[in-house]
DNA sequence: AATTTGCGAAACCAAAAAGTTGCACATATA
DNA sequence: TATATGTGCAACTTTTTGGTTTCGCAAATT
């Protein structure tokens, strides 16, 4: 099972878990109640989740707290980077023509 | 088959042909020439790719050239925005306790 | 006109993924 | 100690995915 982070994003229950636990850590039952899917699957994705270290866990007597470890997002704005850059360029580009278009109405 | 931007780039193939497609436009056989794949995988991916429109075709003759639409990659990046909010927070937590740990030795 | 080339679509297959049910095990609580 | 609670894990099922093969069609080439 070899999972990246981008397999990880893949799925919609993911990121809204993602999005759930940015802020503040909670348990897989806590998780779960907001979804209309069981405990054991949210537990598995938690599980792909931590798998690919994008959830750290804490243990507190019986209960496990999942949090996001936020550093690990970084690596999708890497990626997005060199996308990034073509689509600054390309703004760049049109910027260009309307300031020559602007000069020539002058 | 509900696609959104994500599955799409779920996939390393596809991830690999965004790569490729981002600065020039090419052919699917042009594409395929880079994989261990068929023309026919490739053109599945692109199909997938042209779905949820990540990629744009243009016709000349019975050639179709596939080129990224850079501007749909934004989409990510609005996403991800989110969490860089997040981050950047963080990180100025971490910098005011750098600041007070110096503050102290002096 | 006959053939080659470039392409997408459909049918099919194997592998992976996502979900469910049924455990086991530790930690609380009575 | 007996019971309830929070959790992960394994087995199983269904759906999705990525791939191949085969086909048909249109545009080039001969």
């Known amino acids: 099972m070899r999972r990246d982070i ?3 994003i893949a799925d919609p229950t993911r990121r809204a878990i ?3 636990i940015a802020l503040q850590s909670m348990t897989p039952n806590a998780i779960a109640e907001n979804f209309n899917t069981t405990r ?3 537990s598995k994705h938690l599980r792909i989740l931590a798998e690919c270290e994008l959830v750290k866990q804490q243990y507190q007597g019986r209960e496990i707290f999942y949090s996001l470890e936020i550093n ?3 690596e999708i704005d890497k990626w997005l980077e ?3 850059k073509i ?3 390309r ?3 049109l910027d260009k023509v309307l300031s020559t278009i602007k000069k020539n109405k002058k």
């Open 40 to 42: 054991q699957a949210v």
């Open 82 to 84: 060199q996308y990034r």
């Open 87 to 89: 689509w600054d360029t």
């Open 18 to 20: 993602i999005a759930l």
């Open 72 to 74: 690990k997002m970084k």
């Open 6 to 8: 981008f397999q990880a």
């Open 91 to 93: 703004f760049n580009q």
